[in-house]
Structures are given as C-alpha cells and as structure tokens.
C-alpha cells in the first residue's frame, strides 16, 4: 500500500472533525468561536449560548452526519445490487416512495417518530423491491432507469395529492419534504446514528459476498454465494437507511448518486473501502450542506434538500451523456 493509500481515510477523517467544527461554531447566529471556546470551560457564565451549542447544534451536525453516511451507504448498495452507475436511492424512486410513505402515515394521523419511520421504511423497501422484481427479467439500464422515473412520477403525484387534501397539515408536510435536519434533537440523532451503525455493520459483515455481486448474481451463487439472502439483506439495509433519513430529516436527494462515484474515485471499488470512503464523504457532504444552508441568507435557512438536488441534478446529467459515450453505453 502506498503512502497516499495509508493517508485517504485519516484525511477524510480530519476533513470530517474539521468540518463539523466549522459548523459548529460559525455562521448561523450571532454566536461566534469565542462563545464556543467560553461554553468549553465556562458553560454557567453564559448559558444561553451552552444551550444553543449543545442541545440544537451538535445534534444536528451529529445527526447530519449520520444522514449523510446512511443515504451514501444506501447508493454503494443500490449500485451494485443493480450494477449500474446511474442507480441511487433517489433517481430509482426509494427516496421517494419512502416519503410517500411517511406522508401518508401523517395524513392517517401517525404523525409520531415511530409512525414515520413505519411509513418511509414500508415505502422505501416496497420500491426496491419492485425494481429488483423487474431487474430480474429486463438488465438494461435503460429499463432500470424508466422504472425509476415511473415509480418517482407516481410518488409525486401521490403525494400532491395528499397535500391537496391534507388541510391544515398542508405547512407542515411541504416544510418537512424540502429536506433539512432543523427537527433533529439528540434522540433523533441518536436514532440515526445507531441506524447508520447497524447498516454499515450489516453490509461490512456480507463485504465478500458482495464483492462477489461485482461478478453478477449467476457468478457468485456458482462460486457459493447464497445470493438471495444477501440480495435480501441488503435491499433491508438500504431500505432502512432511506427511511432512516426520511422519517427524520424529510427528502434529500441525489447524496447517494454523487458521494459512491467520488468514493470510487477516491478509495477503489472493494465494497469496504468503497462503503466505509463512501460514509465518510457522504457526512462531510452534509454538514457542508447544512452549514452552507444556514449561512447563505442568513437569518433565513435554506433547506438542504434544495442544495443537494441542486448539485446532484446536474452531476447525474453529466454522468447519463458520459455514459452514452463510453462505447457499449447506449442500451
């Protein structure tokens, strides 16, 4: 392993810390790094600022990060279950459905942490598994892709109907479907944050078989692989790292297109290294976003969902024309 090897995740690492801190004591209010430093050693003399620095920032720095592994662990997922590089969370329709899901819970009433979660996750696992249902009988891209944009079209139009009936709950829901990590307290983000411990554990502990997956699904089963249990693992871990995200923080979309092409750049494509730089990224990305989002209008917010569509739509433009023009792209 080279010296530039042995240095990409304790870099990525620091950018992480270094960022987070960034968001943590600038921008965003009148509160500046010396309150920072005065809340470290003397948080009574001001109290006002402890608070805002430990009970609203840091859980959400904490949880942004924690969104931003999980839906970055969900597209090295999806990528590979698929093998294509087009697919994500968002662009097959998962992100989607699972807000659809949620939307519909609350419509119902279930307007509880757990009642969301149930919908997004019931939403984002009945829309993987549609797609790979079809993936079975049709493996052109082209297909996939179509599917994808159906299963999006028919969550969008569900949903402005729900919001055309839903009343008084009409703010509510739209505010929370921009996307955005300004609900988040220390139990959500501990929620996420144990969620995107179980997930990355879950897919570390299949890294063979899924590497075997490269090789495609009639591949690895020949050489031993017990190709529906882990398809079935991991279609639940991507699933319940959608729904994680949101049931929590509402629709963010494109972080898991974006941050696996990156993390395959940068870390290679064996599903560790490929996994583990992908979460790494996908946090840094976040709390950039989230930090970005606070300071741009300040004193207004712009919710994270609008940043992240807004880099990702263009990337995933990007990569459809370079797809077309790799020969044996046109499918």
């Not at 990156?262 to 599903?271: D, H, K, L, T, V």
Request: net charge positive.
């Amino acid at each position: 392993m080279s010296k530039l090897e042995k240095v990409k995740f304790p870099a990525a690492v620091l950018l992480l810390l270094l960022t987070a801190l960034g968001a943590l004591c600038c921008c965003g209010g009148e509160l500046s790094w010396k309150d920072f430093l005065q809340c470290l050693g003397s948080p009574s003399q001001n109290e006002a600022a402890a608070a805002v620095f430990w009970q609203i920032r840091l859980p959400r720095i904490a949880g942004a990060a924690a969104a931003g592994a999980l839906l970055a662990a969900a597209g090295c997922t999806v990528q590979l279950l698929f093998r294509n590089p087009l697919s994500s969370p968002h662009v097959l329709g998962s992100v989607n459905t699972a807000a659809l899901g949620a939307v519909a819970v609350w419509l119902l009433g279930g307007t509880t942490m757990a009642g969301m979660l149930l919908g997004s996750t019931a939403g984002a696992l009945a829309s993987l598994l549609l797609l790979l249902f079809i993936g079975r009988g049709y493996q052109q891209t082209g297909t996939l892709l179509l599917a994808g944009i159906a299963l999006n079209a028919f969550a969008a139009s569900a949903m402005s109907g729900i919001l055309f009936i839903s009343g008084e709950h009409l703010e509510g829901i739209i505010f929370w479907l921009l996307g955005g990590f300004w609900r988040l307290d220390w139990l959500r983000s501990a929620i996420l944050l144990a969620g995107a411990g179980v997930v990355m554990l879950i897919l570390l502990l299949q890294r063979r078989e899924m590497n075997m997956l490269y090789l495609g699904e009639r591949a690895a089963a020949a050489a031993g692989v017990n190709t529906r249990q882990v398809i079935a693992v991991a279609v639940l871990a991507a699933a319940l790292a959608t729904a994680l995200v949101v049931g929590n923080c509402g629709v963010i979309g494109f972080v898991g297109l974006l941050i696996p092409h990156i993390a395959r750049r940068i870390y290679g494509g064996e599903f560790r290294n490929h996994l583990l730089g992908a979460g790494l990224l996908g946090a840094i990305l976040l709390i950039a976003a989230d930090w970005a989002g606070r300071c741009l209008f300040a004193p207004l917010e712009m919710p994270v969902g609008i940043l992240t569509s807004l880099i990702g739509a263009p990337f995933f433009f990007v990569l459809i024309v370079m797809r077309l023009k790799t020969p044996g792209g046109r499918q």
